[in-house]
Each structure stands twice: as structure tokens, then as C-alpha cells.
């Protein structure tokens, strides 16, 4: 199954992928890998503004949660999906997220993949960054979003106007392996590099 999951992986076979990993957990129990091919499929839906896999990649509840930056909540499967359809089929390009430090956690049957997006839009001359939480879960052996939730990130000279921290924040280290497994199932060998950190402004 491994060999066989590498292979869809470089063919950017992303569903065909995800359902071999399905295979491999029931084997395993490895469910965190699962997870984040669920999420995987969730940034592939937006890049190739297929609303069919985003469809599938949210639970068809009325419960449902997804948080739009600067937008009002959006609850229950259906207006999660229009949302979703507004941005993908909407008159301007869809933007283009590319989720980086990359965190994981499970607990039973729920888990939440959290992560920095940097996001280019045609609107904006520099990407865009925000912080991302996903929340999982699992529903008859499978895993399915059922709250989505991105804010933008201040920059540090508008936070300057707020406070000074006493001492500098941790460096967080990315999770390499699961950022590299999550891009090659959004989008194969891509080299382009959408994750630089810009300058910030004084």
C-alpha cells in the first residue's frame, strides 16, 4: 500500500490516494494520516475550484461551522457550501492558500489540523497571512470537516500600536513531513516556493 499510495502521490492522483490511506488505517490505525488527507483534499478543492470534491470534503450536517476572514459565520451545510461556491465560482480568481506549519491532534472521533495559510489574491501585491483551524470528524470510518475557521494575522507594526511583549514569542517549527505530504496531495511537484514570510511594514 505504501508503494502504491508514492505512486499516486507523483501522479497527483489525490482521491485515489486518500482512499488507499483509508485502506491503510483500518490496517494500521495510523488515523492521523487520514486526517490530513482529508485536509489535503479540502486546499485542493479551493486551488482547482472543484466545488464536486468540496462537496464531499464537508459533513452534510446543519451543524457545520465555517468562518470566513472578516465575514460573519456561516452555519449548516448548505450555506457553508454557497460560501465556498461565491469564492470558487466567483467573478475574481479564487485565491491561492498554501497551508504551512502544520499541526495535528486527535482525541476519538474528533480532530483539528491547525496551520498558517499564505494566501496570493489578483486584489493584493503581497500574499496574505493567516492562522487556520480544521476541524475533523469522523463519521462512519470516514473523516469529514466540520468546522473551518481563518483570521488574518496582524502585521507587527500594527500590533506595536497595542502592546510590546516582554519577551519575543517561540519560534515554531514546522512539521516538514506533514507539510510535504499535504502539498504533494494539493498539488504534486511543485516548486514554487508560496510560503516566504514578507517584511513587515514600520
Same mark, same amino acid.
Given at each position: 500500500?505504501?508503494?502504491?499510495?508514492?505512486?499516486?502521490?507523483?501522479?497527483?492522483?489525490?482521491?485515489?490516494?486518500?482512499?488507499?490511506?483509508?485502506?491503510?488505517? !483500518?490496517?494500521?490505525?495510523?488515523?492521523? +494520516?487520514? /486526517?490530513?488527507?482529508?485536509?489535503? @483534499?479540502?486546499?485542493?478543492? &479551493?486551488?482547482?475550484?472543484?466545488?464536486?470534491?468540496?462537496?464531499?470534503?464537508?459533513?452534510?450536517?446543519?451543524?457545520?461551522?465555517?468562518?470566513?476572514?472578516?465575514?460573519?459565520?456561516?452555519?449548516?451545510?448548505?450555506?457553508?457550501?454557497?460560501?465556498?461556491?461565491?469564492?470558487?465560482?466567483?467573478?475574481?480568481?479564487?485565491?491561492?492558500?498554501?497551508?504551512?506549519?502544520?499541526?495535528?491532534?486527535?482525541?476519538?472521533?474528533?480532530?483539528?489540523?491547525?496551520?498558517?495559510?499564505?494566501?496570493?489574491?489578483?486584489?493584493?501585491? !503581497?500574499?496574505?497571512?493567516?492562522?487556520? +483551524?480544521? /476541524?475533523?470528524?469522523?463519521?462512519? @470510518?470516514?473523516?469529514?470537516? &466540520?468546522?473551518?475557521?481563518?483570521?488574518?494575522?496582524?502585521?507587527?507594526?500594527?500590533?506595536?500600536?497595542?502592546?510590546?511583549?516582554?519577551?519575543?514569542?517561540?519560534?515554531?517549527?514546522?512539521?516538514?513531513?506533514?507539510?510535504?505530504?499535504?502539498?504533494?496531495?494539493?498539488?504534486?511537484?511543485?516548486?514554487?516556493?508560496?510560503?516566504?514570510?514578507?517584511?513587515?511594514?514600520?
Amino acid at each position: 500500500l505504501d508503494s502504491a499510495i508514492e505512486d499516486c502521490i507523483r501522479n497527483r492522483e489525490a482521491r485515489n490516494a486518500q482512499t488507499l490511506w483509508a485502506q491503510r488505517s !483500518k490496517l494500521t490505525g495510523h488515523d492521523e +494520516t487520514e /486526517v490530513l488527507a482529508a485536509a489535503a @483534499s479540502f486546499y485542493k478543492a &479551493v486551488k482547482d475550484r472543484d466545488m464536486e470534491l468540496m462537496s464531499r470534503v464537508w459533513a452534510p450536517t446543519d451543524d457545520v461551522l465555517c468562518v470566513h476572514p472578516s465575514q460573519q459565520r456561516q452555519v449548516g451545510y448548505a450555506d457553508v457550501l454557497k460560501s465556498w461556491g461565491d469564492i470558487i465560482n466567483g467573478e475574481f480568481e479564487p485565491p491561492r492558500i498554501r497551508p504551512a506549519k502544520i499541526k495535528c491532534e486527535l482525541r476519538g472521533s474528533l480532530a483539528w489540523v491547525t496551520c498558517e495559510e499564505v494566501v496570493k489574491h489578483e486584489s493584493a501585491k !503581497k500574499p496574505l497571512h493567516f492562522v487556520a +483551524t480544521n /476541524v475533523f470528524k469522523r463519521i462512519d @470510518s470516514q473523516w469529514y470537516l &466540520v468546522i473551518h475557521h481563518a483570521s488574518e494575522v496582524a502585521r507587527k507594526s500594527y500590533m506595536r500600536r497595542f502592546y510590546e511583549p516582554a519577551e519575543p514569542p517561540a519560534v515554531e517549527v514546522d512539521d516538514g513531513g506533514m507539510r510535504i505530504m499535504m502539498m504533494n496531495l494539493i498539488d504534486g511537484d511543485d516548486d514554487e516556493d508560496d510560503d516566504e514570510d514578507d517584511e513587515d511594514e514600520d
